[in-house]
């Protein structure tokens, strides 16, 4: 592993249905991130974990859950995917201590149907 | 709250000088980011200001000025491959959360 890796890349998914997309880090970050990327709306935050064991919501956290066991990964769970959830999401990461520079990993596109 | 503006597409030539501009407002704010983003791929750093002035990295540069809620980002020399969506984005409070403008897309022509 190389950075800040996801998987899936790609997904189609029924409404209703429970996802969890992945999103594991080597860099020894001490923060992560979720975003979605909407056509016109730009990043928006749904939540994040300034350190392993603590998460915070960000600006769109409704329908989303994320837990931090440990430094590396990060989860993000949607309990019962909807279509408005359709949407490319992109996992980051950040050091305090570096500027807090934050490093994307290369994305899933998710689509509810 | 917070809002950041940027335009939202802008066209240049090969060869020209380009500055995308930037307006936030924030509070609390810790510093402002550029990022280029590729269609289909993920965001990547350019810049980060912190302090008021001018960051110059290569062909890109950043200007800050925090009393103006104000940055830009100029890139020179410009090429093809430059043609990009480039995203402003303001670190603010103390959980060093990241607000993204929606980006202005460069489009850039022979």
């Known amino acids: 592993i190389a950075g800040i890796t996801q998987a899936p890349t790609s997904q189609i998914l029924a409404a209703g249905r429970r996802m969890t997309l992945r999103c594991t880090q080597d860099?020894?970050?001490?923060?992560m991130y979720w975003y979605r990327q909407d056509l016109g709306l730009g990043l928006r935050l749904i939540h994040y974990s300034n350190t392993a064991g603590t998460t915070g919501k960000g600006e769109v956290p409704d329908g989303y859950s994320v837990s931090r066991a440990n430094t590396d990964d990060f989860p993000l769970t949607l309990a019962s995917a909807v279509p408005s959830q359709t949407s490319v999401y992109f996992c980051?990461?950040?050091?305090?201590?570096?500027?807090?520079?934050?490093?994307f990993g290369p994305g899933t596109r998710l689509t509810v149907l | 709250g917070q809002n950041i503006d940027q335009p939202t597409e802008m066209t240049a030539t090969e060869g020209a000088i380009v500055q995308i501009n930037c307006t936030y407002q924030t509070s609390g704010f810790n510093g402002l980011f550029w990022y280029q983003q590729h269609a289909g791929e993920a965001p990547t750093f350019l810049s980060y200001?912190?302090?008021?002035g001018l960051e110059e990295k290569g062909r890109f540069s950043s200007f800050l000025s925090r009393s103006k809620g104000y940055s830009y980002l100029l890139l020179k020399e410009l090429q093809m491959k430059d043609s990009a969506s480039y995203l402003c984005?303001?670190?603010?409070?103390?959980?060093?959360?990241?607000?993204f403008g929606t980006g202005t897309r460069l489009q850039v022509t022979l």
């Open positions: 980051a990461s950040s050091s305090v201590s570096a500027n807090n520079e934050q490093f």
């Open positions: 984005a303001v670190l603010s409070g103390t959980a060093s959360k990241l607000t």
């Open positions: 860099m020894r970050h001490n923060a």
């Open positions: 200001n912190v302090l008021d």
